[in-house]
Nanobody
Framework: QLQLVESGGGLVQPGGSLRLSCAAS????????IGWFRQAPGKEREGVSC????????NYADSVKGRFIISRDNDKRTVYLRMNSLKPEDTAVYYC??????????????????????WGQGIQVTVSS
């Protein structure tokens, strides 16, 4: 079974940057779509970004568009979320998720957690001065 482990979180000042990593154990990610989600205190988990199998298939929530970049390195079995110009409202626990052999529409529209089968344990990101 695919296992995902997030890393790279922590405390950063507003306007700063972080790069989250999502590493897969035992399996490559070549045939998986990847989603990043986040959950702030008292709020529901929301989709942040999605990376499909076809080159260039990416999607971002409006709240992070232009600031976050999702990418993958299949050789390293790792997916990244580069987060720039961070704001206090980006504070949340961030999760990566994966779906094997996904439909082409997995990254279209609102990024829905129900489309993904495998989840990491989450990692805290705090944006504060």
């Amino acid at each position: 079974q695919l296992q995902l482990v997030e890393s790279g979180g922590g405390l950063v000042q507003p306007g700063g940057s972080l790069r989250l990593s999502c590493a897969a154990s035992r399996f490559t990610l070549n045939h998986y779509a990847i989603g990043w989600f986040r959950q702030a205190p008292g709020k529901e988990r929301e989709g942040v970004s999605c990376l499909g199998l076809s080159p260039g298939t990416t999607n971002y929530a409006d709240s992070v568009k232009g600031r976050f970049i999702i990418s993958r390195d299949n050789d390293k079995r790792t997916v990244y979320l580069r987060m720039n110009s961070l704001k206090p409202e980006d504070t949340a626990v961030y999760y990566c998720a994966a779906m094997w052999d996904p439909s082409p529409e997995i990254c279209t529209g609102v990024i829905l957690e129900g489309r993904f089968d495998y989840w990491g344990q989450g990692i805290q990101v705090t944006v504060s001065s």
